[in-house]
């Protein structure tokens, strides 16, 4: 079966927010602030079960988030210690027989600012969303990437960045999302450092 790795990411340092997201909508072991992250995403989905029994028979990790859908599947594990969590990532890489350098480099397909929201309009979001509430008034950051794990990551920087309310992100499927709020100067700030990171992730080009 060829296998194609479409995300592949360590994130450093679970944020507060993304860590407790996380706990709040995953169906595995939750995650703790300060732990080290993977993500990988791969083609066809099936395949996620075969990683995941790899990473957890290689290292100490403990998956939060395995989502097996028939074109894409995800994998998160995490753990106190980075360096289990590389190993993982090794590990994984080494049976699939490819090389990080293989991963999709990831695309921004939404990238917007919505300042000042309507009221009516945060309470849509409201009701459609796991994290934060976006109170009226409030800025919001909408970003979609291709392939859909790298959300996780832009999530985790912006929260680094700046001082945001982390509203939804959705790091599985055919395109990631991420929505954010807060001060207008404080969402452009986290929309840079989203930006940044991705634009800072090597890789192969999308075929799109």
């Excluded at 927010?17 to 993500?39: C, D, E, N, V, W």
């Excluded at 100490?60 to 894409?72: D, G, K």
């Excluded at 190993?87 to 919505?114: C, F, H, W, Y």
């Amino acid at each position: 079966m060829a296998i194609a790795l479409r995300t592949f990411i360590v994130l450093d340092s679970l944020q507060p927010q993304l860590a407790s997201f996380i706990g709040k909508t995953a169906r595995g072991f939750l995650p703790l602030p300060g732990m080290a992250a993977l993500y990988v995403e791969i083609a066809p989905g099936i395949a996620v079960n075969r990683i995941t029994d790899v990473a957890l028979k290689a290292t100490t990790v403990t998956p939060a988030i395995q989502v097996v859908e028939r074109a894409f599947g995800l994998l998160e594990v995490h753990d106190s210690d980075q360096g289990a969590v590389r190993s993982a990532g090794r590990a994984i890489l080494e049976d699939l027989g490819i090389e990080e350098s293989q991963r999709m480099k990831p695309r921004i397909a939404t990238n917007q600012v919505i300042r000042s929201i309507e009221p009516y309009q945060a309470q849509i979001i409201n009701k459609d969303s796991y994290g934060n509430m976006i109170l009226p008034g409030d800025s919001l950051f909408i970003l979609e990437t291709e392939p859909a794990g790298y959300a996780a990551y832009a999530a985790n920087e912006a929260e680094k960045a700046a001082n945001v309310k982390l509203i939804e992100v959705r790091p599985f499927g055919a395109f990631g999302r991420l929505w954010m709020s807060g001060s207008e100067s404080e969402i452009d700030s986290a929309r840079a450092a989203a930006i940044a990171a991705l634009e800072g992730v090597d890789g192969l080009a999308s075929t799109r």
